[in-house]
């Protein structure tokens, strides 16, 4: 048999895997959902989702990782990137997707958004993924009323029933992700009115740190401040005590370019003095309620966002350029040479999916396989749980209920997970199922192999599996029984590769 060349995909792979370069540190890592989930519980009974709803998401600091819409970070989650955006008409500002919680919904939780993940190869050096934004009032109460009033047996009332896509008045926002090199990261942002009308959109690309300090002592704090301004484009500098030194370059020109911290804002929660007068809902309140004072004048801070005000017409598409760099002297880093990198990974994407399937010769077919693996590389995950810690809290922020010593997962002391993780859903399940994940490496393999074993491998350490041999099922309950699948797994992903 005659090994055909590798594809320039495949040589990625290949460097990461043999340690040339770590093509994999950036990617889809950021959740769709952090709030609602059991690593953010502190409640004396486990009731996860009424302890951190989504009301609170938006002001609230997380403990074990960070949420945001179609974002990425690197694989510790220290510096994250994602989208934020108002329609004019929303309560609040878009920061992350809506659903109802498995108390609210009729059958169990229910993410309440149209977006998709279009594509990715396995070490994201290219990506997109799209969004449907309404351009009508978000109908956030509707939804969770009709949820309330419906049983088990009634159909779910989706978005799509509140009438907010009539005559297609929303935007489509897409978001593309082309790497130049293991740290050079560029973003394009496309944003198309489907609406009959001309319509208004505030965009937020928002840069930010997982806040760590609060947590950690001692603790380095990181920063992000306004490097350098002009007409055509504005530098945001990242300094970070483990991740060193990067730079966001924004396209021009922009409303402003805005700073906050990431702090909880305690007055709103709790009545008490917040750790810094500028708080993680800073940028919703700027916006919508045009609070100046809620940003950071001196423009410096452990959150920060582009802001960009856009009057699309109906039909319009207006794109707007990034890049997340570890070079500051880059000449013209949105330039031709930004156009030409976004396009040859757009080809060498499409040319590692044709090798890996030249038998199909039906575009839909190759189509629905490509956007099925988009979705299984989309559902990598940063996964952050220490059970030990979550069970005693943190010594200068967190004292938990002494119920919790005999509560959920209360005999899995040693669970002491870091891992990029391949999950069930990105909002609906957002933490691993182990019994999941050993189906999922299946397909992993076909196209990461090297992914698929590191997957089933790290179940069975000892940081992960229990004393008395049982696997960890999922973050509800460790301790739940499943079929034993990962041997079965663990199995067909040596034929697969083998093959």
């Known amino acids: 048999?005659?090994?055909?060349?590798?594809?320039?995909?495949?040589?990625?792979?290949?460097?990461?895997?043999?340690?040339?370069?770590?093509?994999?540190?950036?990617?889809?890592?950021?959740?769709?959902?952090?709030?609602?989930?059991?690593?953010?519980?502190?409640?004396?009974?486990?009731?996860?989702?009424?302890?951190?709803?989504?009301?609170?998401?938006?002001?609230?600091?997380?403990?074990?990782?960070?949420?945001?819409?179609?974002?990425?970070?690197?694989?510790?989650?220290?510096?994250?990137?994602?989208?934020?955006?108002?329609n004019t008409r929303d309560p609040i500002l878009k920061e992350r997707f809506f659903g109802l919680t498995g108390n609210e919904g009729n059958h169990g939780e229910d993410v309440k958004e149209y977006y998709f993940y279009l594509d990715s190869t396995p070490t994201h050096s290219y990506m997109k993924a799209l969004y449907k934004y309404p351009q009508a009032e978000y109908p956030y109460q509707q939804l969770v009323a009709e949820g309330q009033k419906r049983d088990r047996h009634d159909p779910e009332f989706e978005l799509m029933d509140t009438g907010v896509f009539e005559g297609d008045r929303y935007f489509d926002v897409q978001v593309e992700y082309a790497k130049a090199h293991a740290e050079d990261i560029l973003i394009q942002i496309s944003i198309t009115n489907r609406g009959p009308d001309s319509a208004e959109l505030h965009l937020l690309p928002t840069l930010w740190f997982r806040n760590t300090w609060a947590w950690e002592t001692p603790s380095l704090r990181p920063n992000l401040k306004v490097n350098r301004i002009s007409e055509g484009i504005s530098i945001i500098e990242s300094q970070h005590?483990?991740?060193?030194?990067?730079?966001?370059y924004c396209q021009g020109p922009a409303a402003g370019l805005l700073f906050t911290d990431n702090e909880t804002n305690n007055e709103r929660l709790f009545a008490v003095k917040s750790a810094s007068p500028y708080v993680k809902d800073a940028f919703h309140r700027y916006i919508i309620h045009h609070e100046t004072a809620?940003?950071?004048?001196?423009?410096?801070?452990?959150?920060?966002?582009?802001?960009?005000?856009?009057?699309?017409?109906?039909?319009?598409?207006?794109?707007?350029?990034?890049?997340?760099?570890?070079?500051?002297?880059?000449?013209?880093?949105?330039?031709?040479?930004?156009?030409?990198?976004?396009?040859?990974?757009?080809q060498e994407a499409d040319k590692f999916y044709h090798e890996l399937a030249p038998f199909i010769h039906d575009d839909d077919l190759h189509n629905v396989q490509r956007q099925a693996f988009a979705g299984m590389m989309w559902s990598k995950q940063y996964y952050l749980y220490d059970v030990n810690t979550w069970l005693k809290g943190d010594a200068t922020t967190i004292a938990p209920p002494v119920e919790r010593k005999r509560g959920r997962n209360c005999h899995w002391h040693h669970l002491d997970s870091q891992d990029i993780l391949s999950m069930p859903d990105t909002w609906e399940y957002p933490w691993f199922a182990a019994w999941d994940t050993a189906f999922h490496c299946l397909p992993l393999a076909l196209i990461d192999a090297e992914f698929a074993k590191q997957q089933l491998d790290v179940m069975t350490r000892e940081w992960y599996m229990h004393p008395n041999g049982q696997l960890p099922a999922y973050e509800w309950a460790f301790s739940d029984v499943n079929p034993p699948v990962h041997a079965w797994a663990t199995w067909r992903v040596y034929k697969i590769e083998k093959k």
């Not at 769709?32 to 409640?43: A, I, K, N, P």
């Not at 974002?71 to 510096?79: E, S």
């Not at 005590?241 to 966001?248: A, D, H, T, Y």
């Open 241 to 248: 005590p483990e991740l060193g030194q990067s730079w966001f």
């Open 1 to 86: 048999m005659i090994r055909s060349a590798l594809t320039p995909e495949q040589h990625r792979l290949q460097e990461h895997e043999t340690k040339q370069a770590n093509w994999k540190k950036w990617g889809p890592y950021l959740s769709e959902r952090q709030w609602g989930t059991v690593r953010e519980d502190y409640s004396p009974a486990g009731d996860a989702w009424d302890y951190f709803p989504h009301e609170h998401a938006r002001s609230k600091t997380y403990r074990w990782g960070e949420d945001g819409i179609l974002g990425i970070c690197d694989d510790r989650q220290q510096l994250c990137f994602a989208l934020s955006m108002w």
């Open 294 to 346: 809620a940003i950071n004048p001196q423009q410096t801070g452990t959150k920060s966002a582009v802001h960009y005000a856009l009057n699309l017409a109906a039909g319009e598409t207006q794109c707007i350029k990034l890049r997340l760099a570890d070079d500051p002297t880059m000449g013209d880093p949105l330039g031709s040479s930004f156009d030409q990198v976004v396009q040859l990974r757009q």
